[in-house]
C-alpha cells in the first residue's frame, strides 16, 4: 500500500495520559501536514513539518501538543496530559513538495475518558 | 483570515439527478483550490484540484470550476448514482505555509 499510513486507527486514553499520534506519508513525499476535526466541526490545520524540519506550527496549541517528522522513521503527533476536548480524528496528509496534492491518510480516531 | 463557507450543509437527491455543490471563499489570493471526498470513518480522497490559473478541471462524471475573482468554487457531479453518498470538502491553498482551510463540507445522500 503507497498511500499515507496511520497508526493506531483508534486510540483510547485516559485524561492525563500521554497520546502518539504515527504517520508514514507516501513513498517519495517529504512533506507532512497534521489536521484534526474535532465532532461536529470542520477540519483545522494544526502543523506542517519537512523532514527534521517544523515549517509551520501555527495551528498547533501551545501547550500540551508537539510533532516531529524524523530523518528516519514516521511523523510522530505528541499530545501529553490528554484532556476530554482532545477527542478528535488527527489526519495526516504528504504531499510531494509545497503546493502539490495533499494526500490524506485514514486518520486516528482519539478518545480520551 | 480566510474563510470557507460551503452550501448547502446537507443534500438529498434521487438517483440519476445532475448537481451542484457550492464553495465560496474570503480571499480571492489562492494558490490552488482542492475538492476531496470523504466517506463515514475514513479519510479524504482528493477528487479535483484546479490551480489558480485554471478555471475548471474535470474527471469522470466531475466537473469542478473556480472563479477566483468572485470568490467561488462548484462541483458538478453528473448523473448521480448512490455511491456518490458521502461529505465533499473544499479546500483552499493560500500558498503562504501550504497549509489547507477547509469548509464545513455538504453531506450528500443519493437515493436509489
Known amino acids: 500500500n503507497a498511500g499515507v499510513m496511520q497508526n493506531p486507527r483508534h486510540l483510547v486514553r485516559r485524561r492525563g495520559q500521554e497520546a502518539r499520534l504515527r504517520c508514514s506519508p507516501m513513498k517519495g513525499h517529504s512533506h507532512v501536514y497534521w489536521y484534526r476535526q474535532l465532532p461536529e466541526e470542520g477540519l483545522k490545520f494544526m502543523v506542517y513539518l519537512q523532514k527534521e524540519n517544523i515549517i509551520d506550527e501555527s495551528g498547533m496549541p501551545k501547550e500540551r501538543f508537539s510533532a516531529e517528522f524524523p530523518k528516519e522513521g514516521p511523523s510522530i503527533l505528541r499530545i501529553q496530559q490528554v484532556v476530554r476536548g482532545d477527542s478528535a480524528a488527527y489526519f495526516c496528509?504528504?504531499?510531494?513538495?509545497?503546493?502539490?496534492?495533499?494526500?490524506f491518510g485514514d486518520g486516528t480516531r482519539l478518545s480520551i475518558l | 483570515k480566510q474563510e470557507v463557507t460551503q452550501i448547502p450543509a446537507a443534500l438529498s437527491v434521487p438517483e440519476g439527478e445532475n448537481l451542484v455543490l457550492n464553495c465560496s471563499f474570503t480571499?480571492?489570493?489562492?494558490?490552488?483550490l482542492q475538492w476531496f471526498r470523504q466517506d463515514p470513518g475514513k479519510g479524504l480522497t482528493s477528487l479535483l484540484l484546479?490551480?489558480?490559473?485554471?478555471r475548471e478541471q474535470t474527471s469522470g462524471r466531475l466537473n469542478a470550476s473556480l472563479d477566483k475573482s468572485s470568490g467561488r468554487s462548484t462541483l458538478y457531479i453528473a448523473a448521480s448514482q448512490p455511491g456518490d453518498s458521502a461529505t465533499y470538502l473544499c479546500a483552499v491553498n493560500l500558498g503562504a505555509g501550504n497549509m489547507l482551510t477547509f469548509g464545513g463540507g455538504t453531506r450528500l445522500m443519493v437515493k436509489p
Open positions: 480571499d480571492s489570493a489562492i494558490y490552488n
Open positions: 484546479i490551480q489558480s490559473s485554471q
Open positions: 496528509a504528504s504531499s510531494g513538495g509545497s503546493h502539490q496534492p495533499q494526500h
